[in-house]
């Protein structure tokens, strides 16, 4: 190679760099006059689409019965195998049940390290007891500390910014409390 093709080339890759580090710096700086999206979670609250699916809550009814009857069909419909049940028989009259019927989950577990967030739970409940909720402060030391049991996914509910407990759902509610969300539905 001569020593003028090589200053072509090397002049050559010197404009190219240049060019692509404009185009660069011009998307960059397009950018600084616009609206800051950043917010300073939690003190001030972020807004969240209603159709976000975050971490669920059991629901109850509005007598403060379980609506979960342990049937099964969501953890049967779960791609990642992350739901665990074990399901119980409660005779009693209704009005001493846990839940809406004679059967209730015992244990309900959900594993957060499996959830794809794939909403199929949610399809499958024929009471409506799963929903998602819109909390997303996952953040977790442990692989362990990703499993939720029945208490906390029931005290979920309650985190809610737009839900507020029946005079009957007061109680249950008082027990399970945890601090709502700071957010907004839009
Ligand atoms: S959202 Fe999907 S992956 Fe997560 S528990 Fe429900 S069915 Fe399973
Ligand atoms: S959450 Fe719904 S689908 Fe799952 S076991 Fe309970 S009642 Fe059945």
């Known amino acids: ?15 190219d760099v240049a060019r692509t580090t404009a185009q660069g710096m011009s998307v960059t ?3 600084i006059p616009t609206k800051k999206e950043t917010v300073s979670y939690p ?3 972020v807004t969240i689409y209603r159709r976000f699916r975050g971490e669920h809550f059991l629901d109850v009814n509005e007598d403060g019965k379980e609506r979960c009857v342990s049937c ?5 419909a779960c791609p990642a195998d992350a739901i665990y049940i074990e399901g119980a028989e409660d005779p009693r009259p209704y009005a001493e049940r846990i839940s809406m019927d004679h059967r209730y989950a015992k244990i309900y577990q959900i594993d957060y390290g499996r959830c794809i967030l794939c909403g199929f739970c949610v399809d ?20 362990g500390e990703m499993v939720k049991d029945k208490e906390y996914l029931l005290g979920n509910k309650w985190r809610e910014p737009d839900v507020e407990p029946t005079p009957a759902q007061r109680p249950l509610a008082a027990k399970q409390k945890m601090d709502k969300l700071n957010i907004v539905l839009k």
């Open 43 to 45: 003190e001030e609250a």
């Open 72 to 76: 099964f069909l969501c953890a049967a």
């Open 1 to 15: 190679m001569s020593l003028l093709t090589s200053i072509v080339n090397t002049v050559k890759e010197v404009v």
């Open 124 to 143: 499958a409940c024929p009471t409506d007891a799963i929903n998602h909720g819109h909390n997303f402060e996952w953040a977790v030391y442990t692989p």
């Open 29 to 31: 700086l397009s950018h």
